[in-house]
Structure formats: C-alpha cells, structure tokens
C-alpha cells in the first residue's frame, strides 16, 4: 500500500481519482489547492502526487517545485494532471521536476496504469538511496579501518623505534655510569699519592718542575673531581631522557591505567627538542601553564600520540610563519585545567582540558571543515599522510570519549582544545 496525495480544485475529479486509487488499496490524502497540498504533503510524506496544474493559491507547478526541493519529499513520483498540449508547457512542467503527465479529460485506466509505473520508479530510487547511502556507510568504514590500521602502524613503529634508540643508549651509558665510581676512587687516590710526593719532596729536581709546570698541575688537581662530578651529572641526565623515551613508548600499556599527563606531554616535548631548536636564532619557546589535574584513567600511549600530532603540527605551521615573518618569536603554549565536561550523553562531569596554542600561520576558513577528514592534508605530496589530526580526533573522541576542538585565525595562530574524562568506564 502506498500513500498518495490528490490535489485537485474540481472535487469531482478529485474523487473519481480517491475512489478508484483506495479500490486499489493505497491511503488517499485529498487537497483542494496547492496550499493544503503542500501541508499534506509535509506532515504525511506520500509516495506520489497528483496534482492538477491549474489550481488556486499555488498552482500544480509551484506545488512540484516546492517539493521537489525538499530534501525529504522530493523522493515523491510526481504526476502533472493537465489540459495544455503545448510542447513548450510540457518542457516547462519537466524542467519543474515533474516525473509523468496526464491530459485531461482523464482515463481511470491510464492513470491506475501511469500510478502503478509511478511507484515501481519510486520503489526502485528508494531502493537505490538505500544502496547508495550503504555503500557511503561502507566507504566511511572502509577508511575508519583504513586510519586505524595506518595509526597503528605508525604507533607500532614509532614505539619500536624509540624503544629500540632507549635500549642501544641504555647500555653504553649503563656501562659508562658503573665504571665513574670506580674513575673517581683512582682518581682521588693518585691525587692523594701526588699530595704525599709534594709533601715528602717539595723541591723535586728542575726537570719534573719544568714537566709540572707545563702539564698545569694544579689546575688539573683542582678541576679533575669537578671533570668527574659533571661526568656522573652527565650521565645521569642521559639516563633521565632514557626513561623518559621509555615512558613515551610504553610498550607495554596497551590497556586503561592511571596516568599523569603531565608526564606525557613533558616526555613528548623531550622526543622533539630537535625540532623544537631546528632554527638556532629563533628556537620555539614552549610556556608551560600546567594546572592542578588528576591522573586520569586513559590509553597512555594513545595520549602521547595525540600530544606528538598536535607539537609536529605546531611546529609545521610556525615554520610556514616563519618563512614570511623571520623576525617571529615562536611561541607554544601548553595549558592544563580541570573543566566541567560539555558532552550531553557522558554522565561523568569532571574532565581535564588540555589547549595546545601556536602563533603559526593559521589554517584558512575554507579547509578548517575537513581538517580531521582521513587523508585530507595541505601539504606537499610525501611531507604529509593527512591522517594526524584524524588520528588524533578518533583517539581523543572515540577512545576516550572526549571532546576535540579548535579555533584559528590566519597569520595568528590556532588552537586544539581537548576534553578527557578524569574517570573513565
């Protein structure tokens, strides 16, 4: 059964076409002239029309018109009831959107056939909607799985390659810093022997003067133990960037736990100091506004991948600012705060809120819509995969139900704000 509406301003017409349509089973719907039309058109949706051309208020071209613009009734089979001939009206009524006409005086036969035409036409582009928006939905889930094979990819690799850099430096330094203690115990031991010798025979012969003399002793014995204590500090410090390099990998975290953001942007920060200082006369200067925040229940890892896209793509774009402005003072703000979070259907209110600001060039009004579009990037062919700032969009709103924002203006600069629950399910 379908639902068909009638619109026709002579009621006889109107209910030879209601009575023989209803004998066929459909639900008829019955207007006088175009206005009631359109209203019942819009609150009962039909699946075909007829409609006489010549009507008052708004006559059968306007009333198809109107529909046919309308998203959600233009799906309608369209039928033109008419007493023109014309070619040029015919032309007129097609290029209107009509689908089919019928001269009067009418033929219940003709119309019961052109009717049942109608429907087959509009069942199969219901059909072939249907067809379409799947395969939308399957291209949409084919390039889902496209970016979250790629991100992991690219996860796997770079953790296996900051792990594999923390694991061949952790030996060397590991080696280096065992073997300083046993360095600092010779060297204070000979230095105490080389004490004795001046105190037992301080007027050594002229030739071990000259030698001493040239060699700077004294000096050497004053500075050694501080050569051997910034060593040790040295060290030390490698061993700090290791663990931090471990942090950032954290292979082994491919589950929920409690982590300190904090400690994953530091540790990001660390893997990019490079880039950070790659224009020795301007090197970027992160500010760091670190709030008051919980350790959250999150994908740690995940985070720091977020954290990685949202630096690289600072850096990107103060380095395009820099090509136009040289006398820049590069700037990345990283702000922490607590917040109360905006997602409707997340009953957990307490969230964290991380802004990420750059003063780089800005992104341009007309992309801002498609800039977390898998595979949408301005840049060169192979400076760019296009997938950062979708993975970081999915990571943030899909994994950790977050919210992703930004705002930007051209030649100032932009700003990523994220949303993270401070408990998570």
């Known amino acids: 059964m379908a639902q068909i509406l009638v619109a026709d301003d002579d009621i006889t017409t109107q209910l030879i076409l209601q009575h023989a349509l209803e004998e066929q089973g459909h639900q008829v719907y019955t207007a006088e002239d175009g206005e009631i039309a359109l209203g019942l058109a819009q609150k009962y949706h039909p699946n075909l029309v007829i409609c006489d051309w010549m009507m008052p208020k708004v006559d059968g071209l306007e009333v198809c018109k109107t529909l046919k613009a309308d998203p959600d009734l233009s799906s309608a089979f369209f039928i033109l009831l008419t007493a023109k001939e014309n070619s040029i009206d015919r032309i007129t009524g097609l290029d209107s959107g009509a689908d089919d006409f019928i001269s009067k005086p009418i033929e219940i ?24 928006q799947q395969l939308s939905q399957a291209l949409s889930n084919l390039q889902q799985a496209q970016v979250q094979l790629v991100q992991h990819e690219k996860m796997l690799s770079l953790v296996q390659f900051v792990a594999g850099i923390a694991h061949e430096i952790n030996n060397p330094v590991t080696f280096i810093r065992g073997n300083l203690d046993y360095v600092a115990e010779y060297t204070h031991n000979l230095l105490e022997v080389i004490h004795l010798y001046q105190k037992v025979y301080p007027q050594p012969q002229p030739e071990i003067q000259t030698k001493l003399k040239e060699m700077e002793v004294e000096y050497i014995m004053d500075d050694l133990p501080q050569v051997l204590k910034s060593m040790e500090q040295g060290t030390e410090r490698i061993s700090n960037i290791i663990q931090s390099l471990r942090n950032f990998s954290r292979l082994d975290e491919s589950e929920k736990k409690l982590a300190n953001i904090h400690e994953g942007i530091d540790n990001t920060l660390l893997i990019l100091q490079s880039r950070l200082n790659q224009n020795p006369k301007h090197p970027i200067q992160v500010i760091k506004l670190y709030g008051k925040i919980p350790p959250i229940i999150c994908y740690p890892s995940h985070l720091n991948q977020v954290f990685m896209n949202l630096l690289n793509n600072a850096i990107d774009a103060i380095a395009q600012h820099q090509k136009q402005h040289p006398i820049l003072e590069p700037k990345i703000w990283i702000k922490t705060e607590t917040c109360v979070f905006s997602n409707p259907h997340q ?79």
């Open 109 to 132: 036969d003709e119309i019961l056939a052109r009717v049942r035409s109608g429907l087959r036409i509009q069942n199969l582009n219901q059909a072939l909607l249907k067809t379409n």
């Open 347 to 425: 009953s957990l209110t307490q969230a964290i809120r991380i802004r990420i600001q750059d003063n780089g060039i800005g992104i341009p009004k007309e992309i801002r819509p498609q800039i977390v579009d898998p595979f949408f990037t301005t840049k060169p062919v192979g400076s760019g995969t296009g997938l950062g700032l979708s993975i970081a969009y999915q990571i943030v709103v899909e994994k950790h139900g977050g919210t992703f924002k930004f705002h930007s203006e051209v030649g100032k600069g932009t700003e990523f704000i994220l949303e993270i629950p401070a408990l998570q399910s």
